[in-house]
Each structure stands twice: as structure tokens, then as C-alpha cells.
DNA sequence: GAATACATGTAATCCGTTACATGATTCT
DNA sequence: AGAATCATGTAACGGATTACATGTATTC
């Protein structure tokens, strides 16, 4: 069983929805870093009701087809708290960005800079989001302070996304201010350089 | 054209090297972001070399078939540099870690902590190695600092590295000291809370 | 003598994205 | 009238992992 098996588990876990609302939900990143397409959803719903981990009712609806309202069963959410209670996997992280900036030698300075603004900007962006939905969370009250309530890990995954993009900025402006002071080494003058 | 290739062809434009060199690069992440394994890299070099953005030249071995070294044509560095230099892609991070976080409110508080505690033990462990890293870089000796030089971007990315372990260890602090604090509220007294 | 490092390939499988397919209701 | 939202599925394709396959030279 894949790791979106228990995306799509921890979301019923805290209410039953449609396919198509998951498909919603996890289309923005859910806890900041999942997401996933109604096409893998649909299947993988089929697959986990056929385990005994979900289970569906029909109910009103305007698709074309019959509208199906999951819900968790008492063994999906054993299932999914075993998985969270189990050895870590070894993570490799992907990321392009930072492919780009390992060759980013092969830039000359003013194209190297412009790539970190572009990084830094998008950082700022999404930090800028991920702090209006902080104010939602204090907004909605003492929830994400209550270990027992949902929203305590997405709270916890909030600040994680928040304290990643800092970094992001700060690491942002060390490689700006570093260009900056690396100026007009040409490879000719490098030969003499040391 | 995947953005392995462009792994690759970064590979390359430090120093040539044959396809099991290469592997082995990529075995441990590369940039501390990307990895792979040698049966995606061997196809891969074909196709790179279909493309004319690499050569190879047959060279002493001891493998069962002919030992290639690969090196980057002129068309693959102006390749790479194109990509490096273009339009950020949306980028949609995946981790299992925080997917776990976002569903922690099932587990019972000490398994909590136990999750928590094993993810910042394996980010301190990687500190540890970043930071021989970065002893080895300053060890030898300016190419660090020199914008034109191959080590330029890969302690640029080692800074990345160092400074995401430092904020996970830091988050991981910070949960630790909201899972003690949030004690004893079991879903009969969370009723009467605030 | 056995294990490890060197060395290159293919096949099967899984996961994820994009595109195809259909159709009712509500909002502008 | 047309666009957006609700709603569920399948098919084709590409990227990544695991396993299969082979064989030499060096180190313990």
C-alpha cells in the first residue's frame, strides 16, 4: 500500500467526503507538501474500500454517474495509525531548484542572480499565503492547540511550511550577497587567482 | 527532455565520466536533492548521446562489456545552461515525514513524541555529515567562493542542506515542547476546555 | 576462496500526470 | 447563453524502483 493510500486515510479520518472533494482538497498541497488528481483518487478509493479500509454510501449528487460518500472503517484507521507509528522511510527529497543552482556556475552573474530573486519571490509569496492561513487557524480557536484535535498536525505542518520558507529567504539573500562580492572573476583572471 | 538528463549533463560539465560513475554519484543525492540508480542512468546517457548533447569514447575496464567514458559536447553545456536559466516550474515537494505529522492527532502522546523525537534524530545525524562536508570544501581551499568554479553551486546547495536540517531540528524542538505541554486532554475533558 | 568494486545493460512494475469522456446544476 | 462547479470514471504515457543478467579484477 502507497503513501497515498494514507494521504486520502488521514483526510477521512477527519471527515467522510466524496472522491471529488478529496481530489479538492489534496489539489492544493495538503499538510504543504501532498497533492494528487481525482484520476489516481477514483482508483485507489476502489482499492482501499476492496481492503476494508473505507466504505462508501451513495447519496444526492449531480454527476453523471452515482455521487459516493466515503468514510474511514475502524480498521483504515488502525491501518493508518500503524503506518504513522512505523520506521521512517530514508527520504530523497527532489528538488530542481536546487539541481539548478549545483551547475549554477555555468551562469554568469547577472542570469545567476535573477534565478535566486525568481526563487526568492516565490518564496515570499507563499510564505505571505501560509501566514493568512495561520490567522485562520487562531481564528478558529483553540483547536490546534488540543492534541487530540485534527487540526493539531495540520497546524504543526503549517509551521513547518512557515519556518521552510524562512529559510528559503534568508539562504536566498547569503547566495545574492555572495554573488554580489564573487564579481568579475573572468576565467582568464581565475588562472591567476590563489 | 526530464530533468534527470539535466542531472546528468551537470555531472558532466564538472569532469566525464562512465555511467557506473556517475551511478555512483547519484546514489548519494546529488546537490543533497536528487538520486538514481544506474537503470535509469545507462538509457539515459543513450538518449543524451542520441541528442548530441554527450559523447563517449571507449576506455580500459573491467566490466563484462565495453567501458564507456561520457563526456558534455558544447550543444549539452548550452543546453544546460539554457535550462538553468529558464522559467521556474510549480513545484510540488513530497514528504512522507509531514504527511505523517498532519495525521499525528491519532496517535496517543508518547508514540507522538517517539515519531518526533526519531525524525530529529536522523536530521541531527545528517547535520553531522553536512557539516564534514563543508570542512572538506573549506579544506580545499577558495573554489568555493570562486562564482565560476564547479564547487561554487555545490556548497551553495550544501548551505541549503545545513540550513533545512537546522530548521527541522528546530521544529521538531518546537513540537516537542507543544506535545508536553498539551497533556492529559483526552477527548472527555477536551469538551470542558477554554 | 569469498567478498567487494568495477562495469553495462534489460524487464517488470508502480506511481503520477495529462488527456479523454460524460453530464447535471448553479451562477453571471 | 456560456462558464464554473459538482461528480466519476478510463487510457496513454513518462519517470523511478526493483529485480534479472553477466563477468573481471582486486582485496581480505
Redesign the interface.
Known amino acids: 500500500m502507497g ?1 497515498l493510500g ?2 486520502i ?2 483526510l477521512l ?1 477527519k471527515e467522510p467526503r466524496t472522491g471529488y472533494k478529496l481530489a479538492r482538497a489534496m489539489n492544493q ?7 494528487a488528481r481525482h484520476s489516481q483518487i477514483y482508483p485507489e478509493l476502489a482499492y482501499l474500500e476492496a481492503d476494508g479500509l473505507v466504505r462508501h454510501t451513495v447519496v444526492d449528487g449531480r454527476g453523471p454517474r452515482e455521487t459516493k460518500r466515503y468514510e474511514i472503517t475502524t480498521t483504515g ?1 488502525a491501518v ?2 500503524r ?3 512505523s520506521p ?2 530514508t ?17 554568469p ?1 547577472d ?2 542572480r ?2 535566486i530573486e ?2 526568492r519571490a ?1 518564496g515570499v509569496e507563499r510564505l505571505a499565503q501560509y501566514r493568512i492561513e495561520e490567522q485562520q487557524f487562531i481564528a478558529e ?2 483547536s490546534k ?10 497546524y ?2 503549517l ?2 511550511g512557515i ?2 520558507e ?2 528559503l529567504i ?2 536566498c539573500d ?2 545574492i550577497e ?2 554580489a562580492h ?2 568579475d ?3 582568464s583572471q ?1 588562472e591567476s ?2
Chains 1, 2 share one sequence.
Open positions: 503513501t494514507y494521504a486515510l488521514g479520518a498541497p495538503i499538510g504543504y507538501i501532498w497533492t484507521t493508518l495509525r503506518w504513522i507509528d521512517l522511510p527520504h530523497s527529497p527532489r528538488s530542481e531548484l536546487m539541481l539548478r543552482v549545483w551547475s549554477l556556475w555555468l551562469l552573474s542570469r545567476a535573477a534565478l525568481d526563487i516565490e480557536g483553540p492547540d488540543d492534541r487530540e484535535a485534527p487540526n493539531f498536525g495540520a504543526a505542518t509551521m513547518w519556518a521552510r524562512d529559510q534568508e539562504w547569503w547566495l555572495r554573488l564573487a564579481t572573476n573572468n576565467s581565475s587567482r590563489r
